[in-house]
């Protein structure tokens, strides 16, 4: 049989659904998110949800064969109004070169549908190399890191701001605007968007924040500040598997600078910690340098990642952070 690598750049292949078989779309799904060395405590809940989807006939996917045999996997959550969110790309050894990747990403493209956000860390390539390709298929890279408050480390002071106040159920309007406000052209409002219309996404992933698809809200930990009939500035706090979870820390962009975030912030520390609460997580998007100096300041510290992935500048119109 002719070595794949010496082989001509087509990739003579074709794609069946990963519920046609199983064992192989496992053995791939573990090759693909093992060989990414992410931490275990990244690794572990990533791999078993994987597994739980594939076992479950959930895994929405394509097992890429060669000759009727599996040689590759892709992966992918339900389509956004941007594309697809492909969660899992990996291609067995020895077929692992850049020209095999591009020719799995576009048949992807062209028998599923445009992808919007990809997995990094191909497996058999260097860094340099999986660069030069994404970016020769328009994708630009991005990284996410996890910040934790330290366990030992003494609270935050106190930071008072007029009118902080605890969360209440009849906020989620205004907090739906804020949302709307604070992600407007940012690469964190693609990350989990699941309608074309900002407004109506907005009020979307407020809802199911506050309905507990990431755990179960904490509104003894969730802070607000009210401004001119509005919500100015907020925090909310889940409790995910390992923990809290600050899985939002907002701010109305035309009054940023004012001390809103960090009031809202060290609210939402000082409640936790006073409840006993070790385990404080949040996550950030590298490159948002006002949230990196606002966590750091607060006291956070970088605990897993960066970790990162891709997303696509023709399917993304994102305008950076302000530094």
């Given at each position: 049989m002719m070595n794949p690598r010496s082989a001509p750049t087509s990739l003579v292949s074709s794609f069946r659904p990963v519920s046609e078989d199983p064992d192989s779309a496992l053995e791939l799904a573990r090759a693909a998110i093992r060989s990414r060395n992410d931490p275990e405590s990244e690794t572990e809940p990533f791999l078993s949800a994987v597994e739980r989807d594939v076992l479950?006939?959930?895994?929405?996917?394509?097992?890429?064969?060669?000759?009727?045999?599996?040689?590759?996997?892709?992966?992918?959550?339900?389509s956004t109004p941007t594309g697809l969110t492909v969660e899992v790309l990996h291609l067995a050894a020895p077929y692992q070169t850049a020209e095999r990747y591009r020719e799995f990403y576009r048949e992807i493209g062209n028998r599923v549908g445009p992808v919007s956000f990809a997995p990094g860390h191909l497996a058999g390539l260097g860094g340099d190399e999986e660069d030069r390709l994404m970016r020769s298929l328009a994708f630009e890279r991005f990284e996410r890191s996890e910040m934790r408050y330290p366990v030992g480390a003494s609270d935050p002071p106190p930071f008072p701001v007029d009118g902080l106040r605890g969360l209440e159920r009849s906020d989620e309007p205004g907090l739906a605007r804020l949302h709307d406000a604070a992600y407007r052209g940012q690469l964190d409002r693609y990350l989990f968007q699941v309608d074309a219309e900002p407004m109506r996404d907005a009020e979307v992933q407020v809802r199911e924040i506050l309905s507990g698809r990431w755990g179960p809200i904490l509104p003894w930990a969730s802070f607000v500040v009210p401004a001119d009939g509005a919500i100015a500035a907020a925090t909310l706090v889940v409790r995910a598997a390992y923990g809290p979870l600050i899985a939002d820390v907002m701010v109305e962009p035309t009054r940023q600078g004012r001390g809103l975030g960090r009031a809202v912030l060290v609210a939402s520390v000082r409640a936790l910690r006073g409840r006993g609460e070790t385990t404080i997580v949040l996550n950030v998007t590298e490159g948002n340098a006002r949230a990196i100096r606002l966590y750091e300041r607060t006291g956070f510290v970088r605990?897993?990642?960066?970790?990162?992935?891709?997303?696509?500048?023709?399917?993304?119109?994102?305008?950076?952070?302000?530094?």
């Open positions: 479950g006939g959930a895994a929405t996917g394509v097992l890429c064969t060669d000759g009727g045999r599996p040689i590759g996997i892709a992966l992918w959550s339900q605990s897993l990642g960066p970790s990162h992935g891709w997303f696509s500048t023709e399917r993304i119109p994102l305008a950076r952070p302000p530094a």
